[in-house]
């Protein structure tokens, strides 16, 4: 969940436990200027959901007012591979189906809002709140229709920024928490950022 950002736990003040999420620095140690705009349309994108309380998604907790922003924070969550295969057990098949059931609904709500994931794999599902939720928007992208000519459909998912998938897609083939987002002030990335003039400090692992 962290292929262009770095992540850790944080604590708040007051007890919150928390994963904050920073744009990753490349060679050198700066931040180039892709990721910095792929982090800030990630942040935009999921205050968004958070406030219009989009089942299945990881919500924001808090994250950084500045602009471009340098930080947010996600509430700790499992791996949704753990909670069905605890100690590496077989997971059980009804348990599975269920959880797909979860995720196929909230990619379904995403596509109503012409948000493609484009990044759906293990390290990316989690459990919150006892369900599946999807992780990580750092390369989500805007869908788009136009019609192929054929009776069908060409779907495009873009964002400002590579890489960009483009698929053919048949006519008849398409079917139709909390949030605290507070003022804050920015700190550096890492341990001291704070929330409504409180701080998040290091927590543990």
């Known amino acids: 969940m962290n ?5 850790h736990f944080v604590r708040h003040e007051d007890g919150t436990q928390g994963v904050l999420k920073s744009p990753r620095p490349g060679n050198g140690g700066k931040i180039n200027k892709t990721t910095q705009q792929r982090f800030q349309e990630e ?9 219009d309380q989009v089942a299945g998604i990881v919500p924001v907790l808090d ?26 057990r077989p997971a059980e098949l009804r348990e599975v189906v269920e959880a797909i059931r979860h995720v196929a609904g909230t990619l379904a709500e995403l596509a109503v809002r012409d948000i493609s994931h484009r990044d759906i794999k293990p390290d990316n599902l ?6 599946p939720a ?13 019609e192929n000519g054929c009776g069908g459909y060409f779907v ?10 483009t698929m053919s897609v048949h006519q008849h083939g398409v079917r139709g928490g909390r949030t605290v987002l507070g003022p804050g002030v920015a700190g550096r ?6 929330r409504g003039g409180r701080r998040w400090g290091r927590g543990v692992d």
């Open 63 to 88: 994250a950084d007012p500045q602009d471009p922003p340098q930080w947010f924070v996600m509430p700790k969550a499992k791996n949704l591979r753990d909670v069905l295969s605890p100690g590496g």
């Open 126 to 131: 989690l459990h919150y709140q006892g369900r």
């Open 43 to 51: 942040v935009r994108r999921m205050q968004q959901l958070t406030q």
């Open 3 to 7: 292929s262009f950002g770095h992540v």
């Open 189 to 194: 990335s890492g341990a001291g950022h704070r």
């Open 156 to 165: 495009t998912v873009s964002s400002k920024h590579p890489p960009c998938l």
């Open 134 to 146: 999807v992780a990580d928007f750092g390369i989500a992208g805007l869908m788009t229709l136009s």
